[in-house]
Nanobody, 123 residues
Framework: QVQLVESGGGSVQAGGSLRLSCSAS????????MGWLRQAPGKEREFVAA????????YYADFVKGRFAISRDNAKNTVFLQMDSLKPEDTAVYYC????????????????WGQGTQVTVSS
Protein backbone atom coordinates (compact mmCIF):
# COMPACT_ATOMS: atom_id res chain seq x y z
CA GLN A 1 0.00 0.00 0.00
CA VAL A 2 1.04 3.60 -0.43
CA GLN A 3 2.88 5.23 2.44
CA LEU A 4 4.11 8.77 2.81
CA VAL A 5 6.25 9.26 5.90
CA GLU A 6 7.25 12.76 6.98
CA SER A 7 10.18 13.66 9.19
CA GLY A 8 12.11 16.73 10.22
CA GLY A 9 9.51 18.66 12.16
CA GLY A 10 10.24 20.21 15.52
CA SER A 11 10.44 23.41 17.51
CA VAL A 12 12.45 26.41 16.41
CA GLN A 13 12.66 30.10 17.24
CA ALA A 14 11.43 32.73 14.83
CA GLY A 15 13.95 33.32 12.07
CA GLY A 16 15.20 29.77 12.24
CA SER A 17 15.11 26.96 9.69
CA LEU A 18 13.82 23.43 9.38
CA ARG A 19 13.98 20.88 6.58
CA LEU A 20 11.10 18.48 6.19
CA SER A 21 11.44 15.20 4.33
CA CYS A 22 8.79 12.86 3.00
CA SER A 23 9.71 9.33 2.01
CA ALA A 24 7.26 7.60 -0.33
CA SER A 25 6.65 3.94 -1.02
CA UNK A 26 4.04 1.85 -2.81
CA UNK A 27 3.59 4.22 -5.74
CA UNK A 28 5.46 5.11 -8.91
CA UNK A 29 6.91 8.18 -7.27
CA UNK A 30 8.43 9.72 -10.37
CA UNK A 31 5.02 10.03 -12.04
CA UNK A 32 3.28 11.85 -9.19
CA UNK A 33 3.15 15.48 -8.36
CA MET A 34 4.10 16.04 -4.74
CA GLY A 35 3.28 18.78 -2.32
CA TRP A 36 3.15 20.07 1.21
CA LEU A 37 0.07 21.38 2.96
CA ARG A 38 -0.39 22.51 6.53
CA GLN A 39 -3.06 22.82 9.15
CA ALA A 40 -2.90 25.11 12.15
CA PRO A 41 -5.14 24.59 15.20
CA GLY A 42 -8.67 25.74 14.47
CA LYS A 43 -7.93 26.42 10.82
CA GLU A 44 -8.53 24.60 7.58
CA ARG A 45 -5.79 22.69 5.83
CA GLU A 46 -4.03 24.94 3.31
CA PHE A 47 -1.66 24.59 0.40
CA VAL A 48 2.00 25.45 0.99
CA ALA A 49 4.07 24.21 -1.95
CA ALA A 50 4.06 21.72 -4.82
CA UNK A 51 6.47 20.25 -7.32
CA UNK A 52 5.81 18.46 -10.58
CA UNK A 53 6.94 14.91 -11.36
CA UNK A 54 10.27 15.98 -12.81
CA UNK A 55 11.12 18.66 -10.28
CA UNK A 56 11.22 21.19 -13.09
CA UNK A 57 8.23 23.22 -11.92
CA UNK A 58 7.45 24.42 -8.43
CA TYR A 59 4.50 26.31 -6.98
CA TYR A 60 4.18 28.22 -3.72
CA ALA A 61 1.56 29.89 -1.62
CA ASP A 62 2.16 33.63 -1.47
CA PHE A 63 2.84 33.54 2.26
CA VAL A 64 5.92 31.30 1.84
CA LYS A 65 7.42 32.65 -1.37
CA GLY A 66 11.07 33.51 -0.87
CA ARG A 67 11.23 31.62 2.44
CA PHE A 68 10.41 27.99 1.59
CA ALA A 69 11.79 25.76 -1.17
CA ILE A 70 10.40 22.42 -2.32
CA SER A 71 12.56 19.84 -4.06
CA ARG A 72 12.52 16.14 -4.82
CA ASP A 73 14.89 13.24 -5.40
CA ASN A 74 13.19 10.68 -7.61
CA ALA A 75 16.04 8.20 -7.14
CA LYS A 76 15.27 8.16 -3.41
CA ASN A 77 11.48 8.58 -3.63
CA THR A 78 11.74 11.61 -1.37
CA VAL A 79 10.40 15.14 -1.40
CA PHE A 80 11.78 17.95 0.75
CA LEU A 81 10.61 21.26 2.10
CA GLN A 82 13.34 23.67 3.16
CA MET A 83 11.84 26.28 5.46
CA ASP A 84 13.85 29.39 6.26
CA SER A 85 13.01 32.63 8.06
CA LEU A 86 10.29 30.84 9.96
CA LYS A 87 7.57 32.88 11.63
CA PRO A 88 5.26 32.01 14.54
CA GLU A 89 2.36 31.94 12.08
CA ASP A 90 4.07 29.03 10.30
CA THR A 91 3.24 26.86 13.32
CA ALA A 92 1.13 23.94 12.07
CA VAL A 93 1.08 20.27 11.26
CA TYR A 94 2.70 19.86 7.86
CA TYR A 95 1.42 17.11 5.58
CA CYS A 96 3.10 15.52 2.60
CA UNK A 97 0.72 14.87 -0.29
CA UNK A 98 0.75 13.05 -3.61
CA UNK A 99 -1.57 13.60 -6.53
CA UNK A 100 -1.53 12.40 -10.12
CA UNK A 101 -0.58 14.21 -12.27
CA UNK A 102 0.15 17.16 -10.00
CA UNK A 103 -0.76 18.70 -6.66
CA UNK A 104 -2.92 21.77 -7.04
CA UNK A 105 -3.23 24.67 -4.61
CA UNK A 106 -6.04 23.03 -2.68
CA UNK A 107 -6.40 20.03 -0.35
CA UNK A 108 -9.15 18.69 -2.62
CA UNK A 109 -8.33 15.78 -4.88
CA UNK A 110 -5.19 14.61 -3.10
CA UNK A 111 -4.61 10.91 -3.76
CA UNK A 112 -2.40 10.15 -0.76
CA TRP A 113 -1.56 11.88 2.52
CA GLY A 114 1.20 11.45 5.03
CA GLN A 115 0.48 11.37 8.74
CA GLY A 116 1.83 14.87 9.33
CA THR A 117 4.72 16.37 11.25
CA GLN A 118 4.44 19.17 13.80
CA VAL A 119 6.32 22.42 13.24
CA THR A 120 6.29 24.91 16.11
CA VAL A 121 7.84 28.36 15.78
CA SER A 122 8.22 30.45 18.92
CA SER A 123 8.65 34.20 19.03
Amino acid sequence: QVQLVESGGGSVQAGGSLRLSCSASGLTFSTYGMGWLRQAPGKEREFVAAIDWSGGSTYYADFVKGRFAISRDNAKNTVFLQMDSLKPEDTAVYYCAARYPRVKNTPAGIDYWGQGTQVTVSS
